[in-house]
Structures are given as C-alpha cells and as structure tokens.
C-alpha cells in the first residue's frame, strides 16, 4: 500500500519523517502531527510577503512525509529566522526549526546553499559575527564610527581555531 | 481470628467483561486459583457477571453452596459494586459482606504481560478473599431530607434549574451575585440558529422567577459558607447592601436621574461601552425591578459627601434609599444545590497580536453584541467606537485563543455560530454595501439547524478566509490584517474599519475559590468536573450538588437549558424523598477507647465529628460522615474504627499476600 503525490510521483519517506520529528522533539513542544493548518504562521511569515515561503505548506509536507521535495526546494533558505511563526503557534510547532532542520539536510547531503550563506557562514567563522561592523550614518547624514561613539572596539577571537572548533561542537550538539 | 475465618463459606465470581479482562487475565486459572483458596467453596467465571445471567449465577450459587460471603473480581468498585450489592442482597447474603475485587484497571487495562497480570489478579483474589472472611454485616440507616433546593447563579441555567423544581413542588432558593438575574443570555441580541430575540424569550421566565410562589429571589448576593452533606445542607448567603429598600422601591427610576454620577460610569451589562450613574439598575428588564446603589463609586458612601444632601434620596419619593442598610448574612437549610455559575470571556489582550489594546475599534463579540442591541449603548446602531462612523467594513477573526496551546486548549461551542449570527444580523443592519470578512481555522456547525444557518450567511455576500491572521495592525482610521487563506492559497492584505474577536470562554475568575467553598473538583480546564463525562453530566463529587451550563464547560443556550432541567431532576430525585439512606460504611468510635483527645473533631474535613462534652467521648454524626478516613488515620488511640475497613480486616489481606 502506498500514498502517491501525483503531480511529482513523491512518495511519503516515512523514515526520513520520524528522524526529522526525533531531532525536532528537542527544539519545539510539539511535533508537527498536530498543525491544523491554520496558516497563522503564514499569515504573519515575513519571508511569505518578498519571496513566496509558506511555512504551513512546509509543516503540511513534513506530515505527510514529502520531504526530498522540500529539500530540493529554494524556498527553504527564503526563511529570515525571525521566529514570529514559532512565538504565535496556537499548537506550539515551529516552522522555523523545520526549515533549520531541512537546510541542515540540504548542506549534509552537498546541495549546493546559496552563496550569502557561505559568505555569512565564513565571517562567522573568522570573527563571530555575521558580518563586519559598518560605520553608521546618522540623522544629519554624517558617519560615525564606533570609536567616535565612545564605544570599545569589538573583540574578536583570540584563537580562531579554537574559536571554530567550539562553534562545531555547539552544531553538532544542537543537531 | 482463624476461628471466625473458618466459619464463612466464601464463594468467588470472576468476569470476563467480554475480552476487557479474559484478553490480559487468563481467566480459567484465576478461577481454578480461586477454588483451592481457604475458606472459598465456591469459584465461578462469566462473560459478564454485571448481566441478568451473571446475577443468576451467583445468587444460585448463593443458595446452593450457603454462601455467607461473596468476592466478585471485576471492574472498579466505582462502576458495579452497587450492581453487585443488590445481586448478593437479593440472593440472600447481606450486600456488606460483598467484596469487589478489582481485575480490570488494575490488571488487565495496565499490564501488557498477561502472564504477570494473571499473577497480579491472583494476589488481589486472595487478598480479597481474606477480606471477605472477615466482613461483617451492616445496615444502613436514613435521615430526613429537608425538602428546599438551592440554585446558585440566576442565568438561564440558574433560572431554567429553578422554575424546573419550583414546579415540581419543591422551595427554591435563587442566589445571584449580580442586581438583577438574566445573566449572559440577557446581554444578547439575538440567538442563533433561529434568530429568536434574546430578551423576547428569556424576559418571560425571568418574570416567572420572580413571581412564583416556590421560588425565593436572593439578588446581589453570595454564598459565603456551606455546612452539611446531602439531603440536608446548611448555606450562609451574604447579602450585599443595596442602599435601596426593595420592598419600597418602584423601579421608577428618580433616583437613576438625579444620581450626580449619572452618565459618569462605565456599565458591565453594557462591557464598559455604556455609562450607568452610582444609582442604577443594569438593564431595563432588570428582575427584580429594583435600583441599587454601586457603593464602589457613590459618592455619599465613599466620600460621605453627595452634594448637600445625597440627590438620590432627595428624589425619592418612596423613601427608600437607605444609606445605613448592612451585609446581612441569612442562613438557608436545603437538600440539594444546583450550581450553574456561567463563564467569562477570554480577556484578548493576552494575545497582544491582534491589538485589542491598541484600538477601540478591535472589539469582542460580546462587545458588538450590545453595539447590536436596542438597549445597548448605541441603541442599536452599529458604529465604531473611535468616530461613532458607520463601518464600511467589518472583519471577524475567530478561535481567538481557543483551540491554542498558548491559551485555552478548548474549543469554545459557540464562537463559530455567534459570528455567523452576528455577519447574518449586520448584513441586515448594514445593508448590502458593508464589507463582511470571516477568518476561521474551522467552522463547527454542529448543532440542530447549524449547518443551513452556515449555508445561508455563506450566500450573504460573506467573504470567508480559512486561515489565521498573524497580528492586526492599528494604521489609525483603519485596521490592517494579513491573513493567508488556505482555500485559495493566497496571502491577502484586508484593509478593515471594525475587528470583531471571537475570544474563548473561560471559567469565572473566581472558579477555584468557589469550588474549594463547595468542596467541588475542577477539571483540568479549570470548569467545574462532571462526576462521569457521560453517565454522570450533572453530578459532581459531592453528593447533592449538581453542575448545570457553562460553569461545567462551554455549551451553547440550547445545551444549556438541557442541562439546567437535567441537574433540576437529578436534585429532584433527592428532594423528592423523605429520608435517605446512609451508607453504613462510616466512622464509628470504640467507646472504651476513646480518650477524648478531640484530634478528630479537628481533622474531619465535613464537620462530622463532636466531642459530648459529658462523657467526654467523640462522636460522629452518621449524616455529615463520607467515610473519608481522616479521622481513623488521625486518631492516636486506635479508636476511631471505619466499618469493614478495620485495621483486623486490612492487616489480614496484608497477612495473607505476604
């Protein structure tokens, strides 16, 4: 016996479900089995609104165990983290853990991941930031920097390698 | 105490309760197990022993073995051991000297290892049977019943309770902590699924109320203490000062006109949308047909100023305000009480989302529904608070809080249908033009009538959104709502004059407090807990107190009323008698034990215990006692005894396991 999506020929991979499920029972309340699609999560997706990204529709997918669809999807990497879908779950899911979960997939099984993510990822990496600290201009369109603020100067790592590492081990952990 | 053992003829009956307990317990050798046991003479099993066959089989066995004591290994004493009381009365044995053996949620339901739950029933076989040979006969004895019932709360499950055991002859007390009975039902416009006028076909029984005979009116009052135990209670109600004589007053309204607060407060009956004086009465239909003075916010008491004289009383022409009127608390004896102390409504602003506080023109449907009515404060117009303009657009978001974690896990019964309701009565106010959009995550018409309602307001030129707005956004002179909808799979931007929420119903505030007064259970949701979710609607824990409407969970006026008559005939199965019978599985006291300590009287939770100041002895008084055992764990002379339940009886089941 088998379900099949016609239009893609997809068929539920109920193993690869329950292993999602088993690494998201640690980051949200509940599993997904409990969406009622509602879409308040959509409703609200930030992402939804420039790029198409529809988090009910990726929590409908994972439930019937069409996954290899969503993670062949570029819709995966549109998500912009803002977590609002998980704050305003009636059912407490989080979609955003979903799409952690399926990038995760994605980059484990060599898909190729968008190049910010990788400019992102490597800046992360030397320094701990997303991104280098750019001078800020202010209401009277003048640019200021940090130090005529007043401000420290960012730490950086000390030790990289060991800086790295640490990072890995918090991924690891986490999934 | 071997000698005692010896003389009883025990005969054991095991059920199958058709494969609930023969699939997980083998049975056949629990029954050949039960045979070899001392003092067994006999050992039966039975598809259902709780059938007319099972009882057949054991009052025969009854008569041919000369039974004198019966074990029956079934389900929880809760379901059958009445059942089984009765059987072994008829055959001839007293139903005390019965005793169940429970093998079906404690073994077969729980244990998946067959082998192991077979061993389980044979310990709790034996166990009981060394109990039962040890049992002693009991009688039971009555007490009179006091033939008055009291209804507390005075909405249409209050009201509905009371006029039921009216008629049927018995004195009702009706207690409502409001001026005037009505309660939710009275604030409604319209009801659905029939459209029938709120206040058209609940005015009529409110006036019965206060004009039958049997029935006693206690308005702006609560309960404030409860003593006693089914069939005879004793209830303490506070009557709050109204500063207003009722028996003087006429209900014309003098003093409401001349209060100098007038217009200056904003009215509950009206959710805050409406102003009322300190002089007032909540709504025109008001029963009793009487004004009460808010001493909250009047100023003569709170200030001990009005003016030069109090204006109210100046405008009297009855003489009735009287200033110097006290709580009063009045002592009412009854046999049974009906609770039936309604509901709240979910404050929204505990989803900050969708901006309840953030504008006036987010309302809740209890809120539009006063906006509906004549008697509201608009009177009848519809009009948005922040301009008192005619809404060109009007959108209702449904299960606000409801069906949500976060919140309220229930479904609140009649969100779905009031805001049908509401889209059919503004669609007749507002004209075709209006705008009406609906956001709901399902709509549950499940009631008589329901769906052809949902089918109708669906022609109504009704836009409906399967999905849940995310937040509504305050844009000033209008509200903008981003909802997806999950049937056209498209995200839609509404730009909206007027929010309705839908919020979930939740217990009153002060639910928890009630039921600790009452000694009632909640259930998880924090309403008041049936005794049976199906067999026992009405009962709670507490014999002689009944739960009727939505103090027990949300239900719509039609489930209501149901259940308000439903609790009337359950109280009136006590009323309707002269004396109960006791259960004699009490306290009892070893006289010539006792030393009087008085540890007991203190400990029982029910008043049941008193030390004769004679003889220095405790007593107990069989009617108040539940045989909840406090006592004999608290008594440090091992005089307090609980029948068939004495230390020589459960040392012996002990004895015989270990």
């Given amino acids: 016996m088998s379900i099949v999506d016609l239009t893609s020929m997809g068929e539920s991979q109920a193993e690869l479900r329950k292993e999602i499920n088993d690494r998201l029972s640690r980051l949200q309340e509940d599993v997904s089995d409990y969406c009622y699609q509602c879409a308040k999560c959509t409703s609200g997706c930030e992402a939804h609104k420039l790029l198409e990204l529809e988090p009910h529709k990726i929590v409908a997918l994972l439930k019937r165990g069409l996954i290899d669809e969503m993670v062949n999807s570029d819709i995966i990497w549109t998500c912009m983290s803002c977590f609002k879908c998980r704050e305003r779950c009636p059912q407490k899911i989080a979609p955003v853990e979903i799409l952690f979960a399926l990038k995760n997939m994605a980059v484990a099984s060599g898909k190729q991941i968008p190049g910010k993510y990788s400019t992102i990822l490597q800046s992360v990496l030397s320094m701990g930031l997303i991104q280098d600290i750019q001078e800020v201009t202010m209401r009277d369109t003048k640019t200021k920097k940090r130090g005529d603020l007043d401000l420290p100067a960012l730490s950086k790592p000390s030790d990289p390698a060991k800086f790295q590492a640490g990072l890995m081990k918090i991924a690891v952990e986490k999934l | 105490m071997l000698g005692e053992s010896y003389m009883r003829r025990i005969g054991v009956f095991v059920c199958h309760c058709g494969v609930n307990i023969a699939q997980n317990v083998d049975v056949d050798a629990l029954t050949t197990y039960a045979s070899t046991l001392d003092g067994v003479v006999v050992a039966k099993q039975y598809k259902y022993m709780c059938s007319d066959v099972g009882a057949t089989l054991i009052k025969g066995s009854i008569k041919e073995h000369k039974l004198d004591g019966v074990v029956v290994a079934a389900c929880s004493p809760r379901m059958h051991e009445h059942t089984f009381r009765e059987v072994v009365n008829d055959g001839g044995v007293n139903p005390y000297q019965l005793e169940i053996v429970n093998i079906r949620e404690q073994c077969s339901w729980i244990h998946s290892d067959r082998k192991k739950a077979t061993e389980k029933a044979k310990f709790l076989v034996r166990s009981g049977v060394a109990k039962a040979k040890l049992l002693e006969p009991l009688q039971t004895s009555t007490l009179k019943v ?157 200030r001990g100023k009005c003016g030069d004289k109090p204006a109210c009383r100046e405008a009297c022409a009855q003489k009735a305000i009287d200033f110097d009127q006290k709580e009063e608390i009045v002592d009412l004896k009854v046999g049974a009480i009906v609770v039936a102390t309604g509901y709240d409504l979910l404050n929204p602003e505990s989803l900050y989302e969708y901006g309840y506080a953030n504008s006036p023109d987010v309302i809740t449907t209890l809120e539009l529904e006063r906006l509906i009515s004549s008697s509201g404060p608009t009177k009848g117009e519809i009009l948005r608070l922040s301009d008192q303009q005619e809404p060109k657009s009007v959108t209702f978001i449904l299960c606000i809080g409801s069906r949500d974690e976060t919140q309220c896990t229930w479904c609140c019964r009649i969100g779905c249908m009031s805001a049908l309701k509401h889209v059919y009565l503004l669609r007749e106010k507002l004209g075709d033009d209006v705008e009406i959009n609906v956001c709901y995550t399902d709509i549950r018409s499940y009631g008589k009538g329901y769906e052809e309602f949902y089918r109708n307001v669906r022609g109504l030129k009704t836009n409906m959104f399967r999905g849940r707005p995310s937040e509504v956004c305050n844009m000033g002179d209008h509200q903008k709502i981003d909802v997806f909808d999950t049937t056209t799979n498209k995200l839609f931007e509404i730009k909206t004059d007027m929010v309705v929420l839908v919020p979930a119903l939740v217990p009153r505030a002060d639910a928890g407090d009630f039921a600790r007064l009452l000694h009632l259970t909640l259930s998880g949701d924090g309403f008041f807990l049936e005794a049976h979710p199906k067999l026992r609607p009405m009962d709670t824990f507490v014999n002689g107190i009944f739960i009727a409407g939505c103090c027990q969970g949300p239900k719509d006026i039609q489930d209501t009323v149901s259940q308000a008559s439903g609790a009337a005939s359950r109280a009136a199965t006590i009323l309707s008698k002269e004396e109960l019978e006791i259960d004699p599985l009490i306290a009892v006291v070893d006289e010539e034990v006792c030393t009087g300590c008085g540890i007991c009287v203190e400990i029982c939770p029910y008043e049941a215990r008193i030390l004769n100041e004679k003889t220095k002895i405790a007593e107990v008084n069989d009617a108040l006692c539940t045989g909840c055992g406090a006592c004999i764990a608290a008594c440090p002379s091992n005089a307090s005894i609980h029948r068939n339940f004495t230390k020589k009886q459960l040392l012996n089941m002990v004895d015989d396991i270990i």
């Fill in chain 2, 146 to 302: 006091t033939p008055n019932a009291l209804v507390i709360g005075g909405g249409i499950a209050g009201i509905q309770a009371s006029l039921d055991l009216a008629n049927d002859g018995f004195k009702v007390y009706l207690v409502e902590r409001e001026p005037s009975i009505g309660g939710r039902m009275s604030q409604l416009d319209k009801t659905f699924p029939t459209l029938d006028c709120s206040s058209c076909i609940l005015t009529p029984k409110m006036m019965e109320v206060a004009n039958h005979q049997n029935i006693e009116l206690f308005t702006y009052a609560e309960v404030a203490d409860i003593e006693g135990s089914i069939g005879n209670y004793t209830v303490k109600v506070r009557k709050k000062p109204r500063y207003v004589d009722i028996d003087k007053c006429t209900g014309c309204g003098d003093c409401a006109t001349a209060c100098r607060l007038k217009d200056r407060i904003a009215s509950e009956f009206d959710m805050g949308m409406g102003k009322r004086g300190a002089a007032y009465m909540p709504f025109p239909q008001a029963v009793p047909l009487k004004y009460t003075i808010d001493a909250e916010h009047c100023l003569f008491i709170t």
